[in-house]
């Protein structure tokens, strides 16, 4: 079946701008990840949803970044009034959730967005 | 704060041989781990997970746990330079509450022709 789908693949935009990634989720899967990779470091959790559950905004790195899903599907990440250190490959994965058992939740990442603000 | 240390290589083989990426992790709750292959300019892709002790082969892949020692690795059997890429380990540090993956920096695995 189909995999984690992300658009744009890439994004430019001007410092100060704002910014909208979006991430369709592999069908079935409740639980959905933003991570942010910039170049050359490791992956950097930003956000966590699952079903209807308050969503886990523990990883955003700024009151500038915001993330929604809605219907729990398809999810949103926005960045607002963009700085170059916003520049990264932004990755989305989701998963299922098997009997509620975090050890084992395999996530599946989609292609990224590279956002790049000059 | 919780950890997940990778060797960032380049760690260098010749085609054919075996490769061992190591990881290690600092909290002794993780109990599941997770291999991750990223070719460059491209998103991480599973190739494995391990959650008990021992071994667990999948192909040419082998994924070894030892949870006293904190420590997880990967083998590669049969090297091909298609293997050429970064790998990364990832656990879930279950006394945090945060439901999501802690990768370590990855280890650059270039495997010559």
């Known amino acids: 079946g189909a995999g984690v789908s992300q658009s744009p693949s890439n994004k430019v935009t001007e410092k100060g701008k704002d910014v909208e990634l979006r991430c369709d989720p592999i069908?079935?899967?409740?639980?959905l990840y933003w991570y942010r990779q910039s170049l050359g470091q490791g992956l950097e959790f930003l956000i966590y949803f699952q079903g209807n559950s308050a969503p886990d905004k523990s990883g955003l790195p700024s009151d500038r970044f915001s993330a929604e899903r809605t219907g729990g599907s398809v999810s949103t990440l926005t960045i607002q009034r963009t700085q170059q250190e916003d520049s990264a490959v932004y990755l989305c994965?989701?998963?299922?959730?098997?009997?509620?058992?975090?050890?084992?939740?395999?996530?599946?990442f989609g292609p990224g967005t590279r956002l790049t603000v000059l | 704060q919780k950890e997940v240390e990778q060797n960032s290589g380049p760690l260098s083989v010749p085609e054919g041989a075996i490769a061992s990426l190591n990881c290690t992790y600092s909290d002794r709750g993780s109990q599941s781990f997770f291999w991750y292959r990223q070719y460059s300019g491209k998103s991480p892709e599973l190739i494995m997970f391990i959650y008990s002790n021992g071994d667990k082969e999948d192909g040419r892949f082998t994924a070894q746990l030892n949870k006293a020692s904190q420590y997880v690795s990967l083998l590669i059997r049969d090297s091909q330079p298609s293997d050429s890429a970064t790998y990364l380990c990832a656990t879930y540090f279950m006394d945090t509450g945060r439901r999501a993956l802690t990768f370590g920096s990855g280890t650059r695995l270039q495997v010559q022709p």
């Open positions: 994965a989701s998963s299922s959730i098997r009997g509620g058992l975090l050890s084992t939740d395999t996530q599946y």
């Open positions: 069908s079935g899967h409740t639980a």
